[in-house]
């Protein structure tokens, strides 16, 4: 099985921010390694190349695959990821803002925390961040109306405000705890808070579900439409076990309470809260 493509952090490389938008399986998958080395990125107002930055590792003879690590920290570098469409990308540290920003396909796995509009604007494509995330993760991208439009995101941490926001369709599942104003404006998909659903959840939803499995204070704009058990959550649960995140045994064989709602909008949203076992 051949290794993959590694992208070493040069000590003195830190400092100015980076647009790394070079940096996406799809771009540098098929360049031969001179290429790869001569990829442009931007520090500050400066254009610099990859090679400048990065010591590029590769064990199979010069063989560029779609399987690409990245070592360091990365907090300075935004749009890590962006427009990715296929391949697997592995950042072995952090990074800034708006990692996987227009992802359409393939797998950017953050092995530490993501700045804030991470997934922003995602139609496709796994984006796993092992950390938190920041404020606005999966937002629309700018001017645009929508946000996350298919996709699923998997944050093992907390995120920050706005999370979901006009979300359209994907699946998001956040194992922390999630700031103010999580799926506001939502008009459809799925988010799945396995800690604290923060205040103001759901604010103008109009379609879609939100799954509270810790604490929630539902706005008053969600009715209440009683409680009972929805086998249907397995589905969610396995695929949430699945990628490693562990669920306690009460969320199978529990009763949620469902409420209905924005009713200041077009009111077909769902939030569902975890009360008690069947």
């Given at each position: ?147 996350m439009n298919r996709g699923a995101i998997l944050v093992e ?122």
């Amino acid at each position: 099985m051949s290794s993959p493509l590694t992208l070493r952090l040069r000590p003195d490389a830190g400092g100015l921010p980076v647009d790394a938008g070079s940096l996406s399986a799809d771009r540098i998958a098929g360049l031969p390694l001179g290429e790869v080395e001569r990829l442009p990125l931007f520090a500050g107002s400066r254009r610099v190349l990859l090679g400048d930055l990065f010591e590029v590792a590769d064990k199979d003879g010069g063989e560029v695959r779609d399987e690409i690590a990245i070592e360091g920290d990365l907090s300075s570098f935004a749009r890590i990821g962006a427009g990715m469409s296929r391949g697997r990308l592995t950042l072995r540290g952090s990074t800034g803002a708006r990692a996987g920003t227009g992802m359409s396909g393939g797998t950017l796995i953050i092995d530490g925390s993501a700045g804030p509009y991470a997934g922003e604007g995602m139609t496709g494509g796994l984006l796993r961040i092992r950390g938190g995330a920041g404020d606005h993760l999966a937002a629309p991208l700018p001017g645009a109306r929508r946000g996350m439009n298919r996709g699923a995101i998997l944050v093992e941490g907390s995120a920050g405000e706005m999370a979901a926001l006009r979300m359209r369709r994907g699946t998001i599942v956040i194992a922390g705890d999630v700031g103010p104003g999580a799926a506001c404006a939502m008009l459809a998909g799925t988010l799945v808070v396995l800690g604290r659903l923060g205040a103001g959840a759901g604010a103008l939803m109009r379609r879609g579900t939100i799954v509270a499995l810790g604490p929630a204070d539902p706005l008053p704009v969600f009715l209440d439409a009683g409680r009972r058990a929805y086998p249907f959550l397995n589905i969610f649960y396995d695929a949430i076990e699945a990628a490693g995140i562990r669920l306690p045994t009460v969320v199978r064989r529990g009763l949620y309470r469902r409420r209905v709602g924005d009713i200041s909008d077009l009111g077909k949203g769902e939030i569902l809260t975890l009360e008690g076992t069947a």
